[in-house]
């Protein structure tokens, strides 16, 4: 099963986070025999959130068969029906494809779609759903099959037609999800008999203990906490889950109200917890943190006051000592100064006379290379060419028999240059002379391997001027000896030619260069004695300057160290000065600090099961009414404190509420009483949605005002474009109120409902009808509904936080005390609103800066006392919120002032509410007798501009409720039968007494219910006009305070009480004429009337 879960998990967008207890693995193994059955089809019987669809997508999965189920959106109409059940139907039937039709009972937007699906049960097909182009394909398509699958059929349309019903029968299998809550299944089975003739019947019943301890013990095994606790947690969620299944069946006999709670619920309970818990642990232990942070710095302040006192003290006397050798420095500094000037004046001298040496020989040097730098580069070239040369160059020119005259020419230049003597030998030219020949010496020449390398390492600085003259006057004026004219008759000759000729370039040269370089040397011998001179007394003078600076170095060092010294002093200064700040404006401060911190160790202790209460009441009880939510609240706060660490008195404002929000939500018009702050705080902490019972306006008047800042949308369902409207909110992060809806959801909300978001490239999405629209985390939607007792299915309520948001005494009356305030002192009541916005504001403002104080402290680091801009933030913090609690201090004196004056007409608050509650009572006797609280405070209002006015107080109350009483009973009178305006007055009759206190609660219940049967132990003193039952109720009487001894009485007075009997009194209206004796005169008729 683990495995198939995963699986799903993994192909699905929608994860299904489920606990395979053995409950759950039943089910999921009937759903899959079911649908390997041949025309297996399932009805799943069960309330809303009891795992049927999650146990059918497992089962389908399981089975290999694929999904199918309709989408509903706002326009879904029977023609969109037919068409989703004819694109099944062809899957199924012409492609061969196993699929499940999951179908749950919320979908019905039409019974027309009941009808359909008893017919796909009962024949595998729906009448006249296709039409003929669409039937003609269908039977085209089943030709094709039935000859892949070698069926001899006959090739008739309807033969093929029944071979689709056949295929469609084979791999279809529907699965019914049905609620059995209200008349509709009931209505449904006897109306459609194929539901459960062709569907096996599965019943999802509430899960056993075993799974409800699996479930919790699964979702909680990640919390951090001991096992032994965590054992109690999961014990204490089972007894929440049973207690609150056995309070709603309560509920409704008492009050005719349902509450549903169902497995859904018991996991909100659970997801609910961890959030919290994570939630409240994380910002204790910050906030602790802060504290004992703040703590530390404050203490860390005090203990260096003593020690920079003392720091402080032993820093002068060195400061002083310090300045002393200072000024011994600096004298000795001004004596070595003058004898290291007068050094750098001879050094001066000298360094002029060496530096005119060493510019003439500079300039010497310089004219030298300037002429050198004309023969350099040509010499370079030489050398160049001659590295370009190869021996296999040098052997082809020795090589040649009869040579060219440029080779012969540029060899004979080369023998003069290395200074080697022709061959004289006879003139070829037949002239009988002998002549000088060079080309034999020139061969035996190239013959050797040294050749090139004796070239280049010629002496070229002393070359004899007779081998010079000869090459000036026979070689290089010679223009045959050209390198480029060579370069045709052989390169390597190219190369010795420009040889020759850079060896006479350079010897110019050097010829007119060499005076001047012996100049030169001599002016550098000059030079070197002028700088060894210099250099001698330049050493002298780095001896003195070194010294001086040494002492400079020794005076920066002691200057140094006295600014160290006198920074340090001053530093220590500003930190006892600091010191003293953070003491003086924080100091005040360390006992409440102290306090809080210890305060929340404690809290931290008993998070666990403050928050698992709290996690209760958000997910189970914010359906109920006061009463009962406090009956359960009590009993569970009894059984907690056993096992598991809890505050001794729960409250949820004090787990979650945050006080400076709570001021915000009843500024917006959220009433004051305990309860409905309560409901705002299961509101804000709630993972799912409000759906808020509002018959009074308040939830819809408070959220319109909370919310008017972020742009809220107000919709209704009957708005035609209410999910364009939902859309644009839901992409831009703005709030939706949707009012006024009925016992009914539209399906098209379901996704929103539960947040059925997916993730697409890292952005959350949800799939709102047909359009996908990406789905903001700043997104609230808030859902109300004016009916006064609605009837929510499990199947709206698991998708939903029902809030009981009906007013209560405590909340009227702060409101209809505010409005009669206004109207008789306006003055006061604006004040007093001013007030109240003026008493959040500073309270915001002082949480504020508290937190910015303390979060100042947590995060400076090391020494705060070196901090500066800490110091001053906290000095300027701590000065405004002074500022602020003196006008604090005014505005709650004054509020207690106009409080005061403000609470004397309290008596026509209290009178009022009680006539409010007297005529919503009447709607227990006749439906249509609802008044609504807008038309309640018009009356009011009303009656107090029409009152009679008075400047006596007490009088003028006396007044206002008198003509309000009067003005309400004539205009309620109006819109009820005759046979309930007795009744009516006996209700606000009864209403108002017991506001004031006139009215017996045991002698009341008495006359309502007869008190409880026992057996009667005293025989009946007048049987012939006494009935047996009326004088045990008697007797019963005499058990009540104010009617001890009452049957004593009657049996004693039996005459007198015969003539009460028969006077007809209570029913005639006659006056009473007949008076029993004593005590029992009004409390006596009230029993008699109980007896008759």
């Known amino acids: 099963m683990e495995y198939y879960l995963d699986e799903y998990n993994q192909m699905s967008k929608t994860r299904m986070s489920l606990v395979m207890f053995q409950f759950a693995i039943e089910h999921i193994s009937r759903i899959s025999r079911v649908l390997k059955q041949d025309s297996g089809h399932a009805l799943l019987v069960g309330i809303g959130g009891s795992g049927r669809q999650s146990a059918t997508k497992l089962a389908t999965l399981m089975a290999g068969y694929d999904l199918f189920q309709i989408e509903i959106t706002k326009n879904y109409t029977a023609v969109e029906w037919r068409e989703d059940l004819k694109r099944m139907l062809r899957k199924a039937g012409t492609e061969g494809k196993p699929i499940v039709f999951l179908f749950s009972d919320n979908q019905i937007k039409n019974e027309s779609f009941v009808e359909d699906i008893n017919m796909i049960l009962n024949t595998g097909d729906v009448p006249n ?222 360094e002029a006379v060496a530096n005119k040496a060493a510019a003439a020989a500079k300039a010497i040097k310089d004219e030298c290379e300037g002429e050198l730098a004309e023969a350099i580069p040509a010499l370079e070239a030489a050398l160049s060419a001659l590295d370009t040369l190869k021996p296999s160059d040098i052997s082809t020119v020795k090589a040649m ?84 004219l060579i370069k045709n008759a052989s390169t390597a000759c190219e190369g010795l030619c420009r040889w020759v000729r850079a060896m006479d370039i350079y010897d110019r040269v050097a010829k007119v260069v060499g005076p001047k370089k012996e100049k030169l040397a001599a002016a550098e011998a000059e030079l070197s004695i002028q700088m060894e001179k210099l250099n001698e007394k330049r050493a002298q003078l780095k001896e003195v300057a070194d010294k001086l600076q040494a002492l400079n170095d020794n005076f920066d060092m002691m200057v140094q160290k006295k600014k160290d010294l006198e920074a340090n002093i001053e530093l220590c200064s500003q930190k006892l000065e600091r010191a003293e700040k953070l003491i003086g404006g924080l100091g005040g401060e360390k006992d409440r600090w102290s306090e809080a911190a210890m305060l929340l160790s404690e809290r931290y202790h008993n998070i666990t099961g403050d928050v698992l209460m709290s996690a209760a009441v958000v997910s189970y009880l914010g359906a109920f009414t006061v009463d009962f939510r406090q009956e359960c609240i009590s009993e569970w706060h009894a059984c907690c404190q056993e096992h598991i660490p809890c505050s001794d008195i729960f409250s949820l404002n004090a787990t979650l509420g945050e006080p400076v929000k709570i001021r915000a939500w009843q500024i917006a018009g959220l009433p004051v009483d305990s309860f409905s702050i309560d409901n705002g705080i299961i509101v804000s902490n709630a993972r799912r949605w409000p759906l808020m019972i509002d018959p009074q306006g308040q939830a819809n008047k408070w959220v319109k005002n909370m919310e008017k800042h972020r742009k809220l949308a107000v919709i209704k369902l009957s ?184 609470n004397g007409y309290k008596p026509v608050a209290v009178h009022s509410s009680i006539l409010f509650f007297c005529i919503s009572e009447l709607a227990n006797i006749e439906p249509m007798y609802q008044y609504s609280l807008t038309w309640f405070i018009d009356l009011y209002l009303k009656s107090i501009g029409n009152s009679q006015p008075s400047d006596d107080l007490q009088e003028r109350i006396l007044i206002l409720n008198d003509h309000f009483t009067n003005s309400m009973y004539r205009n309620v009178c109006r819109s009820l039968f005759e046979k309930d305006k007795l009744l009516f007055s006996f209700i606000l009759c009864v209403g108002l007494m017991k506001g004031k206190g006139k009215i017996d609660d045991d002698a009341w219940r008495f006359l309502l219910t007869g008190g409880v049967a026992l057996d009667n132990p005293h025989a009946n003193p007048a049987p012939d006009w006494l009935s047996d039952k009326a004088w045990s109720e008697i007797v019963r009487a005499s058990g009540l305070s104010n009617l001890a001894g009452l049957f004593k009485h009657v049996r004693e007075n039996t005459g007198l009480w015969k003539q009460v009997y028969d006077s007809g009194i209570a029913t005639s209206g006659t006056p009473w004429r007949v008076e029993p004796a004593g005590r029992f005169r009004s409390h006596g008729r009230s029993a008699l009337l109980a007896s008759r």
Request: negative net charge; glycine residues 4%.
């Open 129 to 350: 759903i296709y039409a003929s182009d669409e039937k003609a394909e269908i039977i085209e398509k089943m030709q094709a099959v039935a000859k892949q699958e070698g069926k001899k059929l006959e090739a008739t349309p309807l033969m093929m037609y029944n071979f689709f019903i056949e295929k469609v029968k084979q791999n279809l299998h529907v699965v019914l999800a049905m609620s059995p809550i209200g008349d509709a299944f009931r209505n449904r089975l006897r109306m459609f008999p194929s539901l459960i003739n062709c569907c096996t019947i599965n019943w999802f019943q509430a899960w056993p203990e075993d799974a409800l301890e699996m479930v919790a013990n699964k979702f909680l095994e990640d919390v951090d906490m001991t096992a032994e606790l965590r054992g109690h947690c999961v014990t204490m969620c089972k007894l929440f889950h049973e207690s609150v299944r056995q309070q709603s069946e309560k509920y409704l006999e008492i009050l005719n109200r349902h509450n549903y709670v169902t497995p859904t619920s018991y996991l909100e309970l659970i997801l609910t917890f961890k959030d919290l818990l994570k939630l409240k642990r994380d910002e204790i232990m910050s906030m602790k943190t802060r504290y004992v942070v703040g703590l530390e710095k404050l203490d860390f302040a005090a203990s260096q006051v003593s020690v920079m006192q003392v720091e402080l003290t032993d820093l002068q006397p060195e400061l002083v000592k310090t300045s002393k050798e200072t000024e011994k420095l600096m004298v000795q500094i001004e004596q070595d100064t003058v004898e290291v000037e007068a050094k750098k004046e001879v050094v001066a001298a000298d």
């Open 401 to 484: 028999k009869n040579p060219p005259s440029g080779v012969k020419l540029v060899m004979e230049s080369i023998c003069v240059m290395k200074s080697i003597k022709a061959e004289r030998k006879p003139d070829p030219g037949g002239s009988g002379k002998m002549i000088e020949d060079f080309w034999g010496p020139s061969q035996k020449l190239l013959s050797d391997f040294q050749f090139l390398n004796s070239l280049k390492a010629y002496d070229k600085d002393n070359i004899l001027p007779a081998v010079m003259k000869i090459i000036r006057s026979k070689y290089t004026c010679n223009p045959d000896f050209d390198p480029n």
């Open 719 to 902: 708005d035609p474009n209410y999910v364009r409207i939902l859309e644009n909110c839901i992409q831009f992060g703005q709030p939706v109120l949707l009012e006024g809806v009925g016992e009914d959801l539209d399906p098209i909300l379901e996704p929103v409902l539960l947040k059925q978001t997916f993730k697409q490239g890292g952005v959350d999405y949800l799939r709102l009808g047909e359009n996908v629209v990406e789905y903001s985390p700043e997104f609230r939607f808030y859902i109300t509904t004016s009916l006064r007792n609605p009837h929510y299915v499990p199947e709206v309520s698991v998708k939903v936080t029902l809030l009981n948001f009906m007013i209560t005494p405590l909340g009227l009356e702060d409101q209809l005390l505010g409005i009669v305030a206004a109207k008789e002192k306006p003055e006061l009541e604006e004040k007093k609103n001013e007030l109240i916005l003026e008493s959040a504001k500073n309270k915001k403002q002082l949480k504020e800066i508290e937190d910015k104080i303390l979060e100042v402290l947590s995060s400076s680091k090391g020494n705060i006392l070196e901090d500066e801009t800490a110091i001053e933030v906290l000095s300027s913090s701590k000065t405004l919120s002074e500022e602020i609690s003196a006008k604090q201090v005014v505005a709650t004196a004054t509020e207690k002032e106009i409080d005061a004056t403000r």
